[in-house]
């Protein structure tokens, strides 16, 4: 009887130590990554877990930062879309009208990053809201502490810990540049072209919404109509050079420069088979 007893205690113990073992086991284990999270964006945390854009829209407004956009009128409409989208250090103060006030996620270049640090307040403790996605070359978004852009994202992100600051992951640049590649033909890097903060935006929005309104962009045969308007290339930069001419100034760069034109039709292509449209202005696909 005490032996029989004595092994029972033994029994008790083993698997006594099995359940502590596997507890602590999953306690260590890092916290299980939501279904619906985007695995190719990723927060800059001070922490350095892992955690992925988990943002699901049902319609969009993606808003280009084009001169269209001046006297389009639409703002309220835009703003009554479940998440609206704009890129860079494109303002809405003033522009409310034409563009809207509402801001759910910022696609921004790596080149634009001084750009809203100049109001980084603003940007990043005042419009709490706003989920911010940055993109740039590897030479300057590495995480081993010589990235220069992301060092300087770093310290925003432990500046401003509410601020939600993701970056788009070495794997999504390669897997956009595969994109480009696929419906082009042409390798993006062989032909010296950068992608352009729109064509990012654009597979972010493919990402994360059901259904995506585009305002204020212009397709791919635009600029070569006789009677297209003239525009600046920015609606909040009056007095610079037109957006025509800087399409076809980047189309034909031989290393530097955005196919924005090309882009323009990918984004036609892909309209074919997702829910996108175009306004101000629209598009015959």
Not at 19 to 29: A, E, K, M, P
Not at 114 to 123: Q, S, T, V
Not at 156 to 175: D, S, W
Not at 177 to 204: C, H, I, P, W, Y
Request: charged content about 20%.
């Amino acid at each position: 009887m005490t032996s029989m007893l004595f092994r029972w205690l033994c029994l008790l113990g083993l698997s006594l130590g099995v359940l502590i073992g596997y507890v602590i086991t999953r306690s260590n284990l890092p916290a299980p990554v939501p279904s619906s999270a985007l695995r190719g964006y990723m927060r800059i945390t001070t922490d350095k877990t892992q955690q992925f854009l988990d943002m699901h829209c049902n319609h969009c407004a993606l808003v280009s930062s084009s001169g269209q956009m001046l006297g389009a009128g639409v703002g309220a409409e835009i703003d009554l879309n479940g998440c609206v989208i704009r890129m860079n250090n494109a303002p809405t103060l003033g522009y409310e009208k034409d563009v809207g006030g509402r801001t759910s996620v910022r696609v921004v270049s790596h080149t634009s990053v001084p750009l809203l640090l100049k109001n980084e307040h603003f940007y990043f403790r005042h419009s709490a809201n706003t989920t911010y996605v940055f993109w740039g070359p590897e030479r300057n978004m590495r995480q081993d502490g010589k990235g220069p852009i992301f060092n300087i994202l770093l310290r925003v992100a432990k500046k401003y810990p509410n601020a939600r600051i993701y970056t788009v992951t070495r794997e999504k640049i390669q897997y956009c540049d595969n994109v480009f590649q696929k419906e082009t033909g042409k390798n993006r890097m062989k032909t010296g072209a950068f992608l352009s903060t729109g064509f990012f935006t654009m597979v972010l929005a493919l990402d994360m919404c059901d259904s995506i309104h585009v305002y204020g962009m212009i397709d791919e045969n635009y600029c070569s109509l006789a009677n297209h308007s003239v525009v600046p290339y920015h609606y909040y930069e009056k007095h610079r050079i037109n957006e025509c001419r800087m399409y076809k100034a980047h189309e034909h760069m031989k290393r530097g420069g955005h196919r924005f034109i090309t882009e323009k039709a990918i984004y036609a292509k892909w309209a074919l088979h997702h829910k996108i449209d175009f306004k101000h202005p629209s598009w015959t696909l």
